[in-house]
């Protein structure tokens, strides 16, 4: 969808400068990394014999992906095994011997799977914690250290990383605006509003306090009613989200609306923040009212805030840190 939305913004004192958002839906297609599936048996062969592994825990390493092996673990009849995840993916087949794999289970190691206290599998970001088994699997779906996935609205973008790398990310592939400053001031103007249906704009992400923000600006039915919303996530987790909090007021003809709130994490995903409507809800009604004129012609000018919130050293409460 060709959209000729206009987006006027200054931050912090900049320059209103104008910015052109040319897409809506704008796709992106991430390179995935390929898996060559016989790598880490090539490794263990040495003039065609199989080296044994020199560890138990290279013993629970899946032959395709690497990763440490958990019930079920499948076997050929030639007695190699791998991950389960792996066994749909190698289309039945053994990736050492290429006989048929069946369902043959290795009960054996999947005792000693059981048996074993492993690390995080995101110890390599940093995660210093080591599980059993199963205790294991619980962590890694919640873990602080597991990588994010790309904030961007408009398209199911499948980047995964840290935090630095995902601003990299939206400022060079998503092309998205990056602005210095807790403070933001916003234009947006449409010529005719009524054709903008479930519309997506991530508009800017901010860098203040050391972290940063995506400003989220979007078009779509309320039930029966058209509406726009704002509303902030923060990048990082949602503990340290707590830690600010934002405003947002749009307004005109002397009449205004206001929002507060504390910006979500990008551990929840765009849809389900904006599902929830924790954010600045405008009805398309009250949006062309405040866009004066004709109101056939959407100018939307919304401002905001953001403030860290300092801890009350006697209440253990946060309060405003102006």
Known sequence: MESSIECVSYSDGMDEDEISHPHLYSQYSSSKSSHNINSNNNSNLTGGLITP???????????????????????????????????VRVHNRCPTCRQELGDIRCLALEMVAESLELPCKYCSLGCPEIFPYYSKLKHEAV?????????YAGSECSVVGDIQFLVAHLRDD?????????TFNHRYVKSNPRDVENATWMLTVFHCFGQYFCLHFEAFQLGMAPVYMAFLRFMGDEMEARNYS?????????????????PRSIRDSHRKVRDSHDGLIIQRNMALFFSGGDRKELKLRVTGRIWKEQQNPDGGACIPNL
């Open 53 to 87: 592994p020199t560890s138990v825990h290279e013993l629970l390493e899946c032959p395709v992906c690497t990763n440490s092996m958990y019930p079920p673990i499948h076997q050929c009849h030639n007695g190699h095994t791998l991950c389960s995840t792996c066994k």
């Open 143 to 151: 873990c602080n250290f597991r990588p994010y996935k790309c904030p």
């Open 246 to 262: 934002y405003s947002l007021e749009v307004g005109g003809n002397g009449r205004k609306l206001i929002w507060e709130g504390t």
């Open 174 to 182: 998503h092309k998205v605006d990056m602005h210095s400053g807790c």
